[in-house]
């Protein structure tokens, strides 16, 4: 019998391990103190949501190609915290620490084990990736929590809510459009309620998508506004020409990778490097790299396809969500091979390696005379998983190092 959600030794546990999420994620969160990456395109449109209420240029209107939600979340942190580093930055993090905290959640929904559910929390505050992309003003990070609040929702069969979720997961970005469309077509096949999941997760996203573009409606100098004989018409104009350029993006980036070696960390992406003159020694680097926690992600890697062993064996519908969100969020990147695409956008599938890690850890304690031992062991696997996060916090933080410590880091020539 599973014990008590909220017993005393686990509010302590879950405190402490949110509490090291939120200090690796809010610690020195202004370094860099410069844009970085993409940042320039992001924190850009932001001041413009603040200024316009639309993305706007010297009283130029400007093409953007992804949805205005998360630069409005962007914004939000600028306005209460100032243009400034930490403000550019501080949504990010606020919203990385709530997905620490909703796996917690989402794991004691499927699982019903303390156990498991602390092990899946410290996971993701242990991953590298998650941590970069918290401390990023991208908008990656906010795309995985509204992926991962519609799949908390949706375990819990709130489809209401989880329509309007995806909605705000698509008007971040629109990668949410795959998810979507397998929502659909998983509901319809396992609810069999046609007309009301035609609505929900129609209307519902459809609708909280088109209100997220509010600012561009209520203002006369954006993009493509008068490009139509209505808004709406000039607002399809303006999307056919955000699909062109999503369809047709073949740029040379020296960190583009194939979606094919993300799960094994192939080509990670350098989101900062610099040599400063602050280590103690001759030479000196400072990076920041988007990566995963190496044993982390290659753990999760293989448990992926025993994930899928199980699922095909017992068709738990445990195993099956969770492969339904990661492969609907990795997968369509590989029918795109000849588009420009990065390692860090697999932070939308990222909680869901982890989960199928748990899973496979909750398979190994279903044999209650082993447990004890099987836990044991579960214990020392996320303790080497810490050490290793420990070992490259630098580089994920963006810290500054003796250039041969740096060097010792690039396991592979592909991480330089």
Request: proline residues 4%.
């Amino acid at each position: 019998m599973a014990r008590p959600i909220f017993n005393h030794r686990n509010q302590i546990a879950l405190a402490f391990i949110l509490l090291f999420a939120a200090i690796t994620r809010f610690a020195n969160l202004g370094r860099p103190n410069e844009l970085v990456f993409d940042e320039v395109y992001y924190v850009d449109g932001a001041r413009d949501f603040l200024a316009y209420g639309v993305e706007n240029q010297s009283g130029e209107a400007e093409f953007v190609v992804h949805p205005p939600l998360g630069k409005w979340l962007i914004a939000i942190g600028i306005q209460i915290f100032g243009d400034n580093p930490f403000g550019w930055r501080f949504s990010a993090a606020l919203f990385g620490l709530a997905s620490v905290a909703l796996i917690y959640f989402i794991t004691q929904s499927l699982f019903k084990s303390n156990f498991l559910s602390l092990s899946a929390t410290a996971l993701i505050s242990f991953d590298g990736l998650h941590l970069v992309m918290s401390r990023t003003a991208l908008l990656d990070i906010f795309l995985s929590f509204f992926i991962l609040l519609t799949f908390y929702l949706v375990i819990k069969e709130k489809y209401w809510q989880a329509g309007i979720t995806i909605g705000l997961a698509l008007a971040t970005k629109w990668n949410a459009l795959y998810l979507l469309l397998a929502l659909i077509l998983f509901l319809l096949f396992y609810k069999r309620r046609y007309v009301k999941t035609a609505f929900q997760f129609t209307v519902l996203p459809v609708s909280t998508y088109l209100i997220s573009w509010s600012g561009w409606f209520l203002s006369d100098i954006g993009w493509k506004r008068d490009s139509g004989n209505n808004s709406l018409i000039s607002l399809i104009n303006y999307h056919r020409e955000m699909l062109n350029f999503h369809t047709n993006l073949k740029t040379d980036h020296p960190y583009e990778a194939s979606p094919w070696n993300w799960l094994i960390l192939g080509r990670p992406t350098s989101f900062f490097y610099a040599t400063p003159k602050q280590c103690g020694e001759p030479s000196c680097s400072q990076e920041v790299l988007a990566m995963g926690t190496p044993m982390l992600w290659w753990l999760g890697f293989l448990s992926i396809f025993i994930t899928l062993g199980y699922f095909i064996h017992r068709r738990e519908l445990s195993a099956g969500l969770i492969l339904l969100f990661l492969f609907a969020n990795y997968l369509p990147w590989i029918a795109f091979p000849e588009r420009t695409t990065f390692y860090f956008y697999s932070i939308a599938f990222e909680p869901y390696l982890i989960l199928t890690l748990i899973y496979v850890m909750s398979k190994a304690l279903e044999n209650q005379d082993l447990r004890g031992i099987r836990q044991k062991y579960a214990l020392v696997t996320i303790g080497l998983i810490g050490l290793t996060f420990a070992y490259f916090l630098p580089l994920y933080v963006g810290s500054v190092l003796p250039y041969q410590d740096w060097y010792g880091r690039m396991w592979f020539p592909s991480w330089i």
